[in-house]
């Protein structure tokens, strides 16, 4: 079974911290994605990755950062995490041409107090 | 510029009761277009989707959903809902982008499904 795993469920860190949120894939994926998920909203693309230390911006890249080193991981990173950064995030992937989503993780909500 | 409406935030159905679930889009040309669903403390998974050829589309769960050019519409469907089918329910467009598609996502429906 395809399975992509988030680092952590929950996670609450303080203003002007930098934050690192994990992603892993098991399933060879080209594809790699970054987004926010806040009531009212939908879901916003912050990152996503089509290749091994590829990256384009999405929507609300302003404030993060990522990185893809290896094919199976993609990490997001808060610079310096703000208040308004609290939400859930989804991370997830994908094979092939084409940049729509096929697989997520669970999710990491955090928290910036 | 493009968008994608849920027109309802939250539905109520009975169980074995039917649905359909509402999606609008604006866009100049024919889009991709998904259905995905989010249980409680999950990540997001696909139902279905539309890429071309015959608009009524089926999916897992017993799902369908049907594109309609001339209302920019693409309504998901079950014909008798069950308790497990309350989620979110989310609807997303794929745009013509440089590297493929751009995936815009509506805002969500909640539905609750009552015994």
């Known amino acids: 079974d395809v399975k992509v795993t988030q680092s952590s469920r929950y996670l609450v860190k303080r203003t002007g911290e930098k934050v690192f949120l994990e992603c892993v894939q098991d399933m060879d994926h080209e594809n790699m994605f970054w987004y926010r998920q806040d009531p009212g909203l939908g879901l916003r693309l912050i990152y996503f990755s089509y290749d091994v230390k590829m990256k384009e911006k999405g929507d609300i890249p302003e404030g993060y950062s990522v990185s893809r080193e290896k094919k199976e991981r993609f990490s997001l990173i808060l610079e310096s995490a703000s208040t308004n950064q609290t939400s859930m995030y989804l991370c997830a992937s994908s094979f092939g041409t084409g940049v729509q989503p096929q697989h997520f993780g669970d999710g990491t909500r955090l928290s910036i107090l | 510029a493009q968008s994608v409406t849920q027109p309802d935030i939250h539905i109520t159905v009975s169980e074995g009761a039917s649905l359909e679930l509402r999606c609008n889009y604006s866009?100049?040309?024919?889009?991709?277009l998904f259905w995905y669903v989010q249980s409680p403390g999950q990540g997001l998974q696909l139902l279905l989707k539309y890429f071309s050829g015959d608009t009524l589309v089926q999916g897992i769960k017993g799902f369908e959903a049907e594109f309609k050019r001339s209302q920019s519409s693409f309504n998901l469907r079950k014909p008798s809902v069950h308790w497990s089918d309350a989620a979110e329910y989310f609807c997303?467009?794929?745009?013509?982008?440089?590297?493929?598609?751009?995936?815009?996502f509506g805002a969500g429906t909640i539905l609750r499904v009552k015994s």
């Open positions: 997303a467009v794929g745009f013509g982008g440089e590297y493929g598609n751009k995936l815009v």
């Open positions: 866009y100049g040309a024919t889009p991709y």
